[in-house]
């Protein structure tokens, strides 16, 4: 039966079945980490040469996209968020910051 289930888990969640539901957001404790993500993600789509600036072309210009949070995680020293925004279609915004309490990486691809 366990193999039975392995297999159609990725044919359920490919599906859009119900297990495969996007994440609801939750409560954003840290507002200003999600401000300080959100201005780096509206000078990202003002770099052509940045990796995710083809997807924020829809964002108005020179704002900085609303963010909701859906997932906050801790690594030892680092913390990770998962964020969604719209613009245009939804994407999904993830951020680490390092112990120096600065933005290590920022990605951003569709949902």
Do not use: H, W
């Not at 193999?3 to 507002?31: H, N, T, Y």
């Not at 964020?83 to 990486?105: E, P, Q």
């Amino acid at each position: 039966m366990s193999r039975l289930f392995s297999l159609l888990l990725p044919v359920a969640l490919a599906s859009g079945c119900a297990m495969a539901q996007a994440p609801k957001p939750i409560e954003d404790v840290e507002p200003e980490v999600t401000r300080q993500v959100a201005a780096a993600v509206a000078n990202m789509a003002l770099d052509p040469a940045a990796e995710g600036a083809a997807l924020l072309r829809a964002c108005p210009a020179r704002a900085a996209p609303p963010l909701e949070l859906l997932q906050r995680t801790v690594d030892g020293e680092e913390r990770s968020y998962l964020y969604r925004t719209r613009c245009g279609k939804a994407l999904l915004v993830s951020a680490t910051y390092g112990k120096n309490r600065a933005i290590k990486r920022l990605t951003v691809k569709a949902e």
